[in-house]
């Protein structure tokens, strides 16, 4: 698992026209590995081993060439660790633009202890915003870097107090914002009159190389991104294969997880309808060899463009993909080359160089056999085409096992697209493979193309990601297949591939939820089951019935006289699904969030509710409080856990209704229903000013219903509804101490609450 966490990142970058330089991995920055890189290497003289703190952020100004005519992509950034490095810490890296703007932040990793000399640590980019876009030929970037406790960094002179790295005191959590502008930053890192620049490197380019040990190479040639400052070809399908870069990023992750090494990923950056990286290098008719096109690679080739010096430059970059991927090949020793492609069927097509006739000519025969495929199967240097491409051991049956209300072809289960022979078929044609595929196989060189459905890719989803199930369901297939074909030791049937949760267990490729758990993954709850406290639980709810009229409105912490207001409201209880009783569990309330704040009318965002549930007796069963503070900007419901209260007995008369009371700290904007049963209507109480200060400490702002003794809840009964001002100025509960129901304009109101209770 160390070589995964140290694990870096191949890189090559198009070099602009302008700069007429040739193609050559570049990086930026400060000390380096590389051809492209700064001279500088660890051991040499300036170098100084430096404490970055734990509150620290680090910036450095780096200068970016040629990227303003052509969007790069941000592939790593590489942070030298001192060897003398003896603290463990989390840390992370970004980029920000010279205006300011955040472009790109890694995730949180670990900086490990008891390194090599001068460690390069790297923080990956991966995912589908890391176009880097510059605005001229001598912009620059600023790299940042934050580690969570002190660790040792390394770094070397700079010329000038300009160039040195600036430091900016902030806490771990706070160190990257949207915008910054550093250079009114203040701070300078330097020892003893020299000025320092922390050795720190960002890595560029338009192919991505993830590194890796395990005996498979996946590639993703159609999934690019990069559109800007590429022409769009005259010829050929330009359509990208959505999510396939994402995809192949989050399978190799996978793969990583369950075989304890990554394989190898190369992915091409740019979008397909610049460049068509599963093409040869050529224009529309002929390679750069000489050959025809329609010859060599599906009828086109790689870069059928309108002007010829952009087909050139097409062609180039073209050329060095095809190089890369060559020596990733060759140096692997004959491991499993899987291209990953898309499809607007809805199945799964496994490309092995077969054709649909041969297929379905192989399917046709009695017993079906693809003997005479053999020598063209791009399997067969792990054996013959029957067993590798229709066996139960194939990657196809590995596959559907592991999704199997997928049509996967080829296959144990599907032999042949043609559906008089292969009934499962639901598709005449097939898929056999591209041109990087062909190229590549040979007797020692196996390979299989894998054309994903778009719902496994996740093709609708926004923020681009492909789907979680799928990526493991193609991890689990290929950790099998490994395991099989090349003596690897891959965790294969972990949860089958299926993501089943907590709550439900892979069975056959389907999860199975525990009783009160429904949905694919068993996250959700089953009708008549309610979440409480992360648990879905059979709940007996009285609340608000459907589709009911709604309002909200604010509910006071006091009166305009200054005292605290107290609301009620009542419920009839239906308990014929209690059998022996219920347990009452929580109150639920309706609050109202209207603006990003979520109240822009409190004097602070956080709040505190309380609430109480009283019997018809008016005898008080259980409170409870929640304290909160700012929500989404959507209207949700508060849960006030209410602990300790005993059994609402079915048939007891003493609990044919059941009171809800509600207290708030601050002004809160809740939701209203209209029109309830006028004994349900809401109600605010006031206390008694002499009963509420008599004992400060037993009776505190924060504790009002405690200060609501049963003795003075007489008018929560069933009584009309009544103004203020029919009980004058009496400070007293004998005339139902100023008991209202809620209303606007006529319309009455009940507190929009639910009572949430559990069969015994």
Not at 279 to 298: F, I, K, P, V
Request: one cysteine or more; a negative charge; charged letters at 20%.
């Amino acid at each position: 698992m160390l070589q995964m966490e140290f694990a870096m990142f191949a890189w090559v970058l198009l070099a602009s026209p302008i700069l007429g330089s040739s193609m050559a991995p570049i990086c930026h920055g400060f000390g380096g590995i590389g051809d492209g890189c700064a001279a500088a290497k660890p051991g040499d003289s300036g170098k100084s081993s430096g404490i970055s703190l734990g509150d620290t952020t680090l910036a450095v100004k780096v200068s970016v060439l040629g990227c303003f005519s052509k969007p790069c992509w941000l592939q790593n950034i590489r942070v030298g660790v001192d060897d003398s490095n003896s603290v463990a810490s989390l840390a992370k890296v970004g980029v920000y633009l010279s205006d300011g703007t955040l472009v790109a932040s890694s995730q949180a990793r670990d900086v490990p202890t008891s390194l090599p000399d001068h460690q390069w640590l790297a923080f990956a980019f991966r995912g589908h915003d890391k176009e880097l876009r510059t605005t001229s030929e001598q912009d620059y970037v600023w790299l940042v870097v934050n580690t969570e406790n002190s660790v040792k960094l390394t770094y070397e002179n700079a010329d000038s107090g300009d160039e040195a790295t600036r430091t900016v005191s902030e806490l771990f959590a706070g160190a990257f914002v949207a915008v910054r502008i550093w250079d009114t930053e203040p701070g300078r890192r330097q020892w003893a009159g020299h000025f320092r620049n922390l050795r720190v490197q960002m890595d560029l380019g338009d192919v991505s190389i993830l590194p890796g040990t395990l005996p498979l190479i996946l590639e993703s040639p159609h999934g690019g991104r990069i559109t800007e400052g590429w022409p769009t070809r005259v010829t050929g399908v330009l359509d990208s294969d959505r999510n396939t870069d994402l995809f192949t990023e989050e399978l190799w992750s996978e793969l990583g997880a369950r075989c304890g090494r990554t394989p190898v990923a190369v992915i091409f950056r740019v979008a397909r309808k610049g460049i068509d990286a599963n093409r040869a290098t050529g224009s529309g008719t002929h390679t750069r060899g000489g050959e025809l096109c329609a010859d060599q690679s599906n009828s086109q080739c790689c870069c059928d463009l309108a002007s010829a010096s952009d087909e050139e430059v097409a062609m180039d970059l073209n050329d060095v993909y095809h190089s890369l991927l060559s020596s990733e090949v060759a140096g692997a020793n004959g491991a499993l080359l899987v291209p990953i492609h898309g499809t607007g069927r809805d199945r799964v097509e496994l490309g092995v160089r077969l054709s649909a006739s041969d297929l379905n000519q192989g399917a046709g025969l009695a017993p079906p056999s693809l003997a005479d495929h053999d020598s063209d199967s791009s399997l067969r240097a792990l054996g013959n085409a029957t067993y590798m491409i229709w066996g139960t051991e194939s990657f196809g049956s590995h596959l559907k096992n592991n999704r199997p209300s997928m049509e996967v072809i080829p296959s144990s289960k599907l032999l042949c697209p043609d559906p008089n022979l292969c009934s499962a078929s639901s598709y005449t044609s097939i898929f056999n493979g591209g041109y990087n595929l062909k190229i590549h196989i040979t007797n020692t060189q196996p390979g299989v193309q894998v054309e994903m459905p778009q719902v496994m890719r996740g093709f609708w989803s926004s923020p681009p990601a492909p789907e979680a199930a799928a990526v493991k369901q193609v991890g689990a297939a290929l950790a099998s297949f490994l395991n099989l074909h090349y003596q690897e030791s891959c965790q294969t049937h972990v949860n089958f591939g299926l993501a089943c949760g907590s709550h439900g267990q892979a069975v056959s490729g389907t999860c199975m939820c525990e009783d009160g758990y429904e949905g694919s993954s068993c996250g959700d709850c089953a009708e008549g089951y309610l979440l409480v406290t992360g648990q879905c639980m059979r709940l007996v709810v009285l609340g608000p019935p459907p589709g009911v009229t709604e309002k909200y409105g604010s509910a006071f912490a006091t009166t305009s006289s200054g005292r605290p207001y107290l609301y009620t409201r009542k419920f009839s209880t239906d308990l014929t699904d209690c059998g022996t009783g219920c347990q009452p569990l929580d109150m639920s309330v309706r609050i109202r969030c209207d603006d990003n704040q979520c109240h822009s009318d409190l004097d602070s965002s956080s709040y505190t509710l309380g609430a109480a549930l009283f019997d018809a007796a008016g005898h008080k069963m259980c409170n409870g409080t929640a304290a909160r503070s700012a929500q989404a900007a959507t209207d949700w419901w508060l849960q006030i856990p209410l602990a300790s209260c005993p059994l609402l007995q079915n048939g007891n008369q003493d609990h044919v209704a059941v009171y809800l009371a509600l207290w708030t700290s601050k002004l809160i904007k809740i939701r209203w229903e209209q029109e309830p049963a006028l004994s349900a209507r809401s109600r605010g109480l006031q206390y008694k000013t002499a009963d509420y200060y008599q004992d400060p400490s037993a009776q505190s702002f924060e504790h009002l219903i405690d200060a609501v003794p049963p003795a003075q809840l007489p008018s929560w009964r069933d009584l009309s509804c009544e103004s203020p001002s029919h009980c004058g100025t009496q400070d007293s509960c004998d005339c139902i101490s100023g008991c209202t129901c809620r209303s606007w304009s006529g319309n009455f109101y009940g507190m929009m609450a639910t009572l949430s209770m559990q069969p015994a």
